[in-house]
């Protein structure tokens, strides 16, 4: 379930004609290769949201489920490099550290590549490979749909 939070999480960071990171702000859908649903939405502050199997992930307020971070909040950010094809992305997760200190820690590599202009290709890096193309039919690899983009008027949930 971790794999397929992080492969849905990465999925959504890009496209592939002369895109830059307004093209990616939306909600984004698709299914992992066992036809798990789930949507990332990026946000034009650098956070993410995911949803997932009834997982839902605030990117920007949630309280970490389990593991040493247990009972925290974290966020979740992301960076995309539009330099070159397909496009580098980083999912960062932060939280505050018992001094309360912000702590953050890159979690998962991908690539994006934009299939057109409401379709993109999500290569989730889990063993950091660094590959430079994406496999089409890699289990690491999701297909997203835009839902909608910040540009339309439909209201974000």
């Known amino acids: ?27 984004w ?17 650098g956070y993410a949201a995911l949803e997932f199997e009834g997982l839902v992930i605030d990117g920007r307020n949630f309280v970490i489920p389990s593991g040493p971070n247990e009972g925290k909040i974290g966020k ?17 997760a932060q939280y505050n550290n ?11 590599n991908g690539l994006i590549e934009f299939v057109g202009e409401d379709e993109l290709l999500f290569y989730l890096d889990f063993e950091n490979e660094n590959l430079t193309t994406i496999d089409p039919l890699s289990p690491n690899t999701i297909s997203l ?6 540009k339309d008027e439909r209201k974000v949930d």
């Open 145 to 150: 749909h835009r839902d909608f983009s910040f």
């Open 29 to 45: 859908s698709g299914a992992d290769e066992r036809n798990k649903k789930g949507n990332f939405t990026f946000f034009s502050d």
């Open 76 to 92: 979740v950010k992301y960076s995309v490099d539009f330099s070159e094809k397909p496009y580098k992305v980083k999912l960062i």
């Open 1 to 27: 379930m971790k794999k397929n939070l992080l492969l849905f999480f990465l999925m959504i960071v890009g496209m592939c004609f002369s895109q830059s990171i307004k093209d990616l702000h939306g909600k």
């Open 98 to 108: 018992q001094e309360g200190k912000l702590e953050e820690n890159k979690f998962l």
